[in-house]
């Protein structure tokens, strides 16, 4: 994962330390010394995250922040919030400013890589479901706009896990008076409980006697229901090496105790508006989208809407000199299935490919039929070795356990997959398509039920 970092600090040296940090693990850097020079950089919009320091002369970190997150064109960027000051105070102010994170000089190596690429991976997201309404009807700002105004962030609906009752009832009263706090004492319980319910945020906390936190959140990124829920960590100063296995799963943020109340106040305000964000906008895409660009029998989208979607994400990989996969595949012997059982058991092993290989890919990847018994996986930001886990994962799923029909035995499918990526400048969507096209014959002559990379 890499991605293009802005670094703000009045300061050289400051720059200079974080610059190199970043560059060591690949990211692209862009520096500026001052608040003002910092938002006309912004203003091209090739931005994934900005480290912000708060003491500046002229325009301090808290007002570029406010402006940048007051500007729609920009609102959407995360900010961390670099500060030598580690009070309470500063941190609330951050917040209240929009700033997605915090970081204190001098800054910790570990937890400047766990927070940046944590909110890379979010960022990815929000830019995918924007890219999803543009290609729709370009309506990705209007509607960014109009869910920033609505992502109220009073009456959240948070799971508050923790076995024990007195740590519970201090923090579910620190939250109590804005939001609505279920607190679950049986942490073994918590995965299933947030799956049922229509929480908006967990929190964990990290001391549940015998049983593993981070197994709890990554129950929670694995069901389908709570895949995207944010999830908030409650650790002791001694958790912070698993704290960073936590970010790496996918957990959103953290806090550590002693729990400053104004800072888990600000934090979980920060994630339920993210969360609602993200929300509004899919379902603004989904309105908008569902009727013209959807296939009707498996509830993905359609071809007409691939075509359209890959050349904008093609160009979008090319300028910012991004990996990006595509991955087409072919049921083995589908016209079998029909012939010998019948085309509503055809339709239903459709329907539960669909399913599955929804199950089995990632929340950037997009998944079409593209007629027929073939489908096809756009998976941005990717390259050959993501590529081939997510392509295995799926030929898996479908090949390991027999579709089920009620009746008689379970049916035995397998599928064929044949994988390309954009490999040069001049790659258009159709020379793509081809070379996949190619690999996935290769994959059917050399037997089936496998995997073969273009060779290009
Ligand atoms: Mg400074």
């Known amino acids: 994962m890499t991605a293009r970092v802005l670094i703000v600090d009045d300061i050289p040296t400051n720059v200079r330390l974080l610059e190199a940090r970043l560059m060591a693990e690949y990211f692209e850097v862009r520096t500026a010394s001052s608040g003002p020079a910092a938002l006309s950089?912004?203003?091209?919009?090739?931005?994934?995250?900005?480290?912000?320091?708060?003491?500046?002369?002229?325009?301090?970190?808290?007002?570029?922040?406010?402006?940048?997150?007051?500007?729609?064109?920009?609102?959407?960027?995360?900010v961390v919030m670099i500060t030598a000051l580690d009070q309470p105070s500063d941190r609330v102010k951050g917040l209240q400013a929009g700033a997605d994170d915090f970081l204190t000089k001098p800054v910790d190596d570990v937890q400047l890589m766990a927070r940046v690429k944590s909110l890379v991976r979010l960022k990815a997201l929000t830019d995918e479901l924007r890219a999803r309404a543009?290609?729709?009807?370009?309506?990705?700002?209007?509607?960014?706009?109009?869910?920033?105004?609505?992502?109220?962030?009073?009456?959240?609906?948070?799971?508050?896990?923790?076995?024990?009752?007195?740590?519970?009832?201090?923090?579910?009263?620190y939250l109590?008076?804005?939001?609505?706090?279920?607190?679950?004492?049986?942490?073994?319980?918590?995965?299933?409980?947030?799956?049922?319910?229509?929480?908006?945020?967990?929190?964990?906390s990290m001391a549940l006697g015998d049983l593993d936190p981070l197994r709890v959140c990554s129950q929670m990124r694995t069901l389908e229901q709570t895949r995207s829920l944010p999830i908030l960590l409650i650790a002791e100063d001694v958790d912070r090496?698993?704290?960073?296995?936590?970010?790496?799963?996918?957990?959103n943020d953290f806090v550590m105790r002693p729990v400053e109340r104004n800072e888990l106040a600000a934090r979980v305000r920060t994630q339920i508006r993210r969360h609602r964000y993200a929300a509004e906008l899919r379902q603004s895409v989904?309105?908008?989208?569902?009727?013209a660009v959807t296939d009707e029998l498996t509830g993905l989208y359609n071809r007409r809407y691939f075509d359209r979607h890959l050349s904008l994400m093609l160009e979008k990989a090319r300028e910012q000199d991004r990996d990006m996969a595509v991955m087409l595949i072919d049921m083995d012997f589908f016209k079998s299935v029909n012939d010998n059982h019948g085309h509503d058991i055809g339709d239903a092993v459709l329907k539960e490919f669909a399913q599955r290989l929804k199950r089995n890919i990632r929340g950037v990847d997009l998944?079409?039929?593209?007629?027929?018994?073939?489908?096809?996986?756009?998976?941005?930001?990717?390259?050959?070795?993501?590529?081939?886990?997510?392509?295995?994962?799926?030929?898996?799923?479908?090949?390991?356990?027999?579709?089920?029909?009620?009746?008689?035995?379970?049916?035995?499918?397998t599928c064929s997959v044949g994988v390309a990526l954009n490999e040069?400048?001049?790659?258009?969507?159709?020379m793509i398509l081809k070379r996949a096209d190619v690999a996935l014959y290769r994959a059917k002559r050399e037997g089936r039920n496998r995997v073969v990379f273009d060779a290009a």
């Open 41 to 78: 950089l912004l203003a091209d919009g090739q931005t994934d995250i900005v480290l912000l320091d708060v003491m500046m002369p002229e325009m301090d970190g808290f007002e570029v922040c406010s402006r940048l997150k007051a500007d729609p064109n920009t609102a959407h960027i995360p």
């Open 134 to 173: 543009q290609t729709g009807q370009e309506i990705a700002i209007e509607d960014a706009t109009r869910a920033m105004d609505y992502a109220n962030s009073d009456g959240g609906r948070i799971l508050l896990v923790d076995n024990d009752a007195r740590n519970a009832e201090r923090l579910r009263s």
């Open 176 to 204: 109590a008076a804005a939001h609505k706090v279920d607190v679950l004492a049986n942490p073994a319980d918590a995965a299933l409980t947030v799956a049922g319910g229509t929480y908006e945020l967990a929190i964990v």
């Open 241 to 251: 090496p698993r704290v960073v296995r936590g970010l790496d799963l996918g957990v």
């Open 286 to 291: 989904t309105n908008t989208l569902a009727l």
């Open 367 to 413: 998944a079409c039929r593209f007629g027929g018994e073939e489908f096809v996986v756009l998976m941005p930001d990717t390259d050959f070795r993501q590529a081939q886990g997510v392509a295995e994962r799926v030929r898996m799923s479908v090949a390991e356990r027999g579709f089920e029909f009620g009746t008689g035995r379970p049916l035995k499918v």
């Open 424 to 430: 040069h400048q001049t790659d258009t969507p159709e």
